[in-house]
Structure formats: structure tokens, C-alpha cells
């Protein structure tokens, strides 16, 4: 009787799975009806605060020859009508950024070199936007720090030599990314960085970092799922603000890029707009 019992309820959960599998797809798509559009700026930070593993070197913003470079990126960006700007700053610091952008409005407030100020506080002012929606997330994975210490495990368990060539691919990378935004323009940056092959290589760096750990200490990957869950706490904070009828830029650090493109994509929440199509022609520099 007992193997009976057990056997129904194993057909009964089989029926239930087979039925999620095929009406949860559609339930959800009915339910989410219109949809926000959504599209993913990638920037570097402009005024290098060395807070990546990697970091560019970026020559002055406040120069005239990159202000009006910035400022016809700006314009290239605006084709995209967006209703909303998401910037890269913790919700706990949105009251700060109502007054910063209040006092840019009115004329009080003189744009620093930080990216959210030149490309987020600039274009939600030429869009007669209200307010920036301050949407990161910063509090750190769970658990304890050990737990995702990938460098402290390389180096008790002979694994130096991996992660210092690892920093050293990293290094070489943000040097190239520097002398390439040397010899060119920001436009020509901004088409670089968001184009979709360079989305996709610049993702696989996390990758390397799956090879330090083994199958009962896993730092490396602990350390990825956390980036993963930044990027989905990110999107979450996105979609709890938008209404169906916005059309909201998103202006992240090149790193989120391709995870908040492909989270936004397969959420189903969004219309996601390729950016390459407001990237994807040159604006001449004068």
C-alpha cells in the first residue's frame, strides 16, 4: 500500500512539473502584458576610483575636446527617448542624488568627471527627466568573507602562479582599453564597449575565476555567484520602478553589461533594445 501511495504521488509530482513546464511560459508572458523597454549602457568609470579588479586609466573628461565628444555621445544616446535613467550608485544614496541633480537643474551644481554625473545627470537633464533611479547594490554575498576569498585560496593550495597570470590578463586588458581610449574619441569607446562580441569576451573573465576552488571549496565560483546575484538584485531594482510604458537606460560599468542584458532578456519583463543601433553610426567629431 505504502509503494502504491508513493507511486501515485511520483505520477501526480511528474503532472504538476509537466504542467509548469508547459503553461508557466505562457502564464507568466500574459501576465507581464506590455512591457518596459529597456536599454544597457556599458561606460568605464571616468574618474578612476580603482575600485575593479582591473582599472583603465582615463585622461581628463573636463577637457573641451572630451566634453564635446561627450557631448555628441549624449545626443547619440537621447535617439533612444528614454523616460528614465538608472545610474550605478545604492538606492540608500538616492536622496543625495535628488539634490545633486536639483542643483544641476538650477544651475548650482558644476558636473564632475564621474561618469553618472557627465553621462547621467547630463542626459536626464537634456530628456526633461525628474529624477535618476539609483539602483545598485552593493551590501556583498552571504556568508563569510573566506567563503569567496579566491586569492587566499590560490595561495594555499599552489595556485600563485594562475592567479597572478590571472590579475596580469586583467592588467593587460584595462592597459589596451587605456591606450585605445587615448588614440580615440569616447564615441568610438562607447561603440567598442558595448558591441556585443566585446560584451561576450569581456564576461569570460569570470570564468577563469570558476578554476580556483575543487569539489569541496569553491571561492571562485562562490565569488561569481555572488557577481550574479548583484547583477539580478540590480535588474530587480530596475523593474520594481519602471512602468510599462517607460523606456529606461540603464548606465552601468562595462562588466554588467552582458549578465544585465541577458537577465533583462530572459525575465521576460523587458523589451530589451540592442544599444549598437544608437551606437552603430559615427558622429563626427569637430
Known amino acids: ?79 533612444f527617448k528614454p523616460t528614465r535613467i538608472a545610474i550605478e550608485l545604492p538606492p540608500s544614496e538616492q536622496a543625495h542624488l535628488d539634490q545633486r541633480y536639483a542643483a544641476y537643474r538650477s544651475g548650482n551644481y558644476a558636473l564632475t568627471s564621474n561618469e553618472r554625473d557627465q553621462l547621467g545627470l547630463r542626459l536626464a537633464a537634456k530628456m526633461g527627466i525628474s529624477q535618476l533611479d539609483a539602483v545598485d547594490y552593493k551590501s556583498g554575498p552571504p556568508g563569510p568573507d573566506d567563503a569567496y576569498d579566491f586569492a587566499a585560496y590560490a595561495a594555499t593550495h599552489g595556485l600563485q602562479s594562475r592567479f597572478e597570470a590571472f590579475l596580469a590578463e586583467g592588467k593587460q586588458f584595462a592597459a589596451g582599453e587605456s591606450t585605445y581610449l587615448h588614440t580615440h574619441t569616447m564615441f568610438e569607446w562607447f561603440q567598442r564597449a558595448n558591441a556585443q562580441e566585446y560584451r561576450l569576451s569581456n564576461n569570460r573573465i569570470y570564468f577563469e575565476m570558476l578554476r580556483f576552488g575543487d569539489n569541496k571549496t569553491n571561492p571562485g565560483a562562490n565569488w561569481v555567484g555572488g557577481w550574479h546575484a548583484r547583477n539580478m538584485i540590480i535588474l530587480e531594482n530596475v523593474r520594481r520602478l519602471a512602468k510599462p510604458e517607460d523606456r529606461v537606460l540603464v548606465i552601468f560599468g562595462a562588466g554588467h553589461t552582458f549578465l544585465l542584458d541577458q537577465f533583462a532578456k530572459e525575465s521576460g519583463y523587458f523589451d530589451v533594445v540592442n544599444t549598437e543601433k544608437f551606437l552603430g553610426y559615427r558622429i563626427e567629431d569637430t
Open 1 to 79: 500500500m505504502k509503494a502504491g501511495r508513493e507511486y501515485r504521488i511520483m505520477l501526480c509530482m511528474r503532472s504538476i512539473r509537466f504542467a509548469l513546464l508547459v503553461w508557466l511560459p505562457v502564464l507568466v508572458a500574459s501576465a507581464h502584458g506590455q512591457k518596459s523597454q529597456i536599454m544597457i549602457l556599458g561606460t568605464t568609470h571616468f574618474d578612476n576610483p580603482n575600485h575593479d579588479i582591473s582599472n583603465m586609466a582615463v585622461d581628463d573628461v573636463l577637457t573641451p575636446a572630451r566634453q564635446q565628444q561627450i557631448e555628441k555621445l549624449v545626443e547619440a544616446v537621447a535617439r
